[in-house]
Nanobody
Framework: QVQLVESGGGLVQPGGSLRLSCAASGFTLDSYAIGWFRQAPGKAREGVSCISFSDGTTYYPDSVKGRFTMSRDNAKNTVYLQMNGLKPEDTGVYFC???????????????????WGQGTQVTVSS
């Protein structure tokens, strides 16, 4: 059974950093793609980072490019989202999503259609 569990959210000051984790079970990351999405209250969910681990293709929207990076730990079957230079507009609930096999990552970030985790809250405020 595919399961995704996010963790690592919290309250940080503007300019701070945070690393989110997405622990996957029921499948291995190879041949799958993982996306990170965020949703602020009353706003649509938006993709902030999507990666296909089968070919290494990545997509980052301009709003986070250069500040957010994804990585993985194969031994732990866990995906991470490192967020640096956080801004108040980065505030929201962050979700990870998994799709297979190896979807187009730009499409995935725009129109996700896979398995979701429960989300973890990120608040950037002084």
């Amino acid at each position: 059974q595919v399961q995704l569990v996010e963790s690592g959210g919290g309250l940080v000051q503007p300019g701070g950093s945070l690393r989110l984790s997405c622990a996957a079970s029921g499948f291995t990351l190879d041949s799958y793609a993982i996306g990170w999405f965020r949703q602020a209250p009353g706003k649509a969910r938006e993709g902030v980072s999507c990666i296909s681990f089968s070919d290494g293709t990545t997509y980052y929207p301009d709003s986070v490019k250069g500040r957010f990076t994804m990585s993985r730990d194969n031994a732990k079957n866990t995906v991470y989202l490192q967020m640096n230079g956080l801004k108040p507009e980065d505030t929201g609930v962050y979700f990870c999503e998994a799709e297979g096999p190896s979807p187009d990552v730009q499409r995935m970030c725009a129109m996700p259609n896979g398995y979701w985790g429960q989300g973890t809250q990120v608040t950037v405020s002084s």
